[in-house]
């Protein structure tokens, strides 16, 4: 007698689809579970064999097997025990229904039959869509968040006795289906900061919206006080919100590693992780691989504060995420993919003191000092990080000073403008932003306007920019010009675009 089921391991971000299937036979009675299961799994038989027992169906007293199919992917947690113990009520004949051909199952039993959420359920509720299939049984805990995904009927089970409840009374199966609150329960928490509440610093809030308008990375160097921490933290708060297909991304990421209030994130993340965390803090890792802060601020901003004291080998583990906007981490010949398209702002002081260039306080470093502290920072990471400001010490009338400041709000209608502009640009591309704009690009917008062509060919010539610097001013000017909403990039917006690479001026 066989019997197979659909449910779901995850891949990193990703659910693929597992085949649970069952034989039962006559024989010593046992219970083998097969697949390369892990610890976890083989406990699932005594949760399973409880629970079935205590909701009240029988256990049959045969030698039943339970195979997870493919076998070569390693399988994690106790996903499978509401799958597994449907199979075995149903081959041994306790209940039948249609409906397990057109379903897909997860979930976790309590010993006394009840079922537990589980993480990841966005990534499984994705994949049963691609499946095709009609409906989708979680766990009642988990029925928002899968809730979240349109196209699919879910339907949420407190216990394994109205799990099967539901499975016999085929005709009425409609009345279960989790009623959607439209696009979900919208986590809307305004942020508590804003950018108006920034003195002074005219000239890093310019360069702060040109940086958020087209994603790019930016370095702020100024002495403590100076405001760089209040500039990065309030970056998100004049970026556009996410779309649906973003937030459903982004709130992908966040279940896989930990259990929350599940609602859809719909605003752009903000990570600043300490100098001190560890290497699978930052990028991922573990034995089964969790995303890490680069991943966290997937579509969002990560914000490394005090760059010079992160290790080497930190900072240099970031190059190839930059590069390639996401991270795949092997473990047991298993490759995990995880997202990571971020936008990086890096803060630093000038010198070990802080006061490197300040008019009114005297830096108390020797030269070599200065030295040994910028060769600190990572030659190839400074290479990608497209633009640099230095922020002066803030005076006393800069906070007395009553002039109007533009909220954050303003700020984000014109980047919100910027970003549409560039969505129509990159409608049939893969990239997003004008700071993954490659060769193609760049040309064809130097091309366009021949006076700035001239300009840039004879500043190519004179300035010390390396080619990827030289295309990421090009970049920058691009996204200067989206902010005017002009087609052509102009001299000006070049002009303005070389005051940002401030570390090949000095
Ligand atoms: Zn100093």
Same mark, same amino acid.
Do not use: W
């Given at each position: 007698m066989f019997f197979k089921l659909d449910s779901f391991s995850l891949m990193g971000i990703e659910a693929i689809k597992v085949s649970v299937e069952i034989h039962i036979s006559n024989g010593m009675p046992s219970f083998t579970i097969v697949g390369l299961p892990d610890k976890s799994i083989n406990e699932a038989r005594d949760?399973?064999?409880?629970?079935?027992?205590?909701?009240?169906?029988?256990?049959?007293?045969?030698?039943?097997?339970?195979?997870?199919?493919?076998?070569?992917? #390693?399988?994690?947690?106790?996903?499978?025990?509401?799958?597994?113990?449907?199979?075995?009520?149903?081959?041994?004949?306790?209940?039948?229904?249609?409906?397990?051909?057109?379903?897909?199952?997860?979930?976790?039993?309590?010993?006394?039959?009840?079922?537990?959420?589980?993480?990841?359920?966005?990534?499984?509720?994705?994949?049963?869509?691609?499946?095709?299939?009609?409906?989708?049984?979680?766990?009642?805990?988990?029925?928002?968040?899968?809730?979240?995904?349109?196209?699919? *009927?879910?339907?949420?089970?407190?216990?394994?006795?109205?799990?099967?409840?539901?499975?016999?009374?085929?005709?009425?199966?409609?009345?279960?289906?989790?009623?959607?609150?439209?696009?979900?329960?919208?986590?809307?928490?305004?942020?508590?900061?804003?950018?108006?509440?920034?003195?002074?610093?005219?000239? *890093?809030? #310019?360069?702060?919206?040109? *940086? *958020?308008?087209?994603?790019?990375?930016?370095?702020?160097?100024?002495?403590?006080?100076?405001?760089?921490?209040?500039?990065?933290? #309030?970056?998100?708060?004049?970026?556009?919100?996410?779309?649906?297909?973003?937030?459903?991304?982004?709130?992908?990421?966040?279940?896989?590693?930990?259990?929350?209030?599940?609602?859809?994130?719909?605003?752009?993340?903000?990570r600043n992780p300490h100098h001190t965390i560890s290497e699978s803090g930052l990028i991922g890792g573990g034995i089964y691989p969790k995303p890490g802060e680069i991943s966290l601020a997937h579509k969002g901003i990560l914000f490394l504060d005090e760059f010079p004291e992160f290790s080497s080998r930190l900072s240099e583990s970031l190059r190839q995420p930059i590069e390639n906007k996401s991270i795949v981490i092997t473990r047991n010949n298993v490759s995990y993919k995880f997202p990571c398209s971020f936008m990086l702002i890096l803060a630093m002081n000038p010198c070990f003191c802080g006061y490197y260039g300040d008019k009114s306080k005297r830096c108390r470093c020797s030269k070599k000092e200065v030295e040994k502290y910028w060769r600190r920072i990572s030659g190839p990471i400074l290479d990608r990080i497209d633009m640099q400001i230095t922020l002066p010490r803030l005076k006393e009338e800069d906070f007395l000073e009553n002039v109007f400041v533009e909220n954050s709000c303003t700020i984000k209608e014109r980047v919100s403008k910027a970003f549409t502009i560039q969505n129509k640009r990159y409608l049939n591309d893969i990239i997003n932003h004008n700071s993954e704009a490659g060769v193609c690009y760049i040309n064809n917008w130097i091309n366009q306007n021949q006076d700035l062509k001239k300009v840039v060919a004879d500043f190519s010539k004179k300035s010390r920019l390396t080619a990827r610097g030289m295309s990421s001013l090009i970049k920058i000017s691009r996204t200067i010009a989206d902010l005017e909403n002009s087609d052509e990039i102009t001299q000006n917006h070049f002009i303005e675009a070389f005051q940002y690479k401030i570390l090949n001026n000095i």
């Open positions: 949760r399973v064999k409880a629970s079935i027992i205590n909701s009240g169906f029988k256990f049959p007293m045969k030698k039943i097997i339970i195979n997870l199919s493919p076998a070569d992917l #390693r399988k994690e947690g106790s996903f499978y025990d509401l799958p597994i113990a449907l199979a075995i009520i149903a081959l041994s004949g306790q209940v039948s229904s249609d409906l397990f051909n057109y379903s897909s199952f997860i979930g976790e039993l309590s010993l006394d039959g009840l079922i537990n959420p589980v993480r990841g359920i966005l990534s499984m509720t994705q994949a049963a869509v691609q499946m095709k299939k009609n409906y989708f049984f979680v766990p009642k805990g988990n029925e928002d968040e899968a809730g979240l995904i349109k196209d699919i *009927a879910i339907i949420g089970c407190a216990d394994l006795a109205e799990c099967i409840k539901i499975l016999k009374n085929k005709e009425e199966v409609s009345k279960f289906v989790y009623k959607s609150h439209g696009s979900g329960n919208v986590c809307s928490n305004k942020h508590r900061v804003d950018f108006s509440e920034v003195k002074g610093q005219s000239r *890093a809030k #310019r360069a702060m919206e040109i *940086a *958020a308008s087209g994603m790019h990375n930016i370095l702020m160097i100024g002495p403590p006080g100076s405001g760089k921490s209040m500039l990065a933290e #309030r970056a998100v708060t004049i970026m556009p919100d996410l779309n649906y297909d973003e937030s459903i991304e982004v709130t992908k990421i966040y279940n896989l590693v930990k259990r929350r209030k599940y609602e859809l994130i719909i605003e752009r993340p903000f």
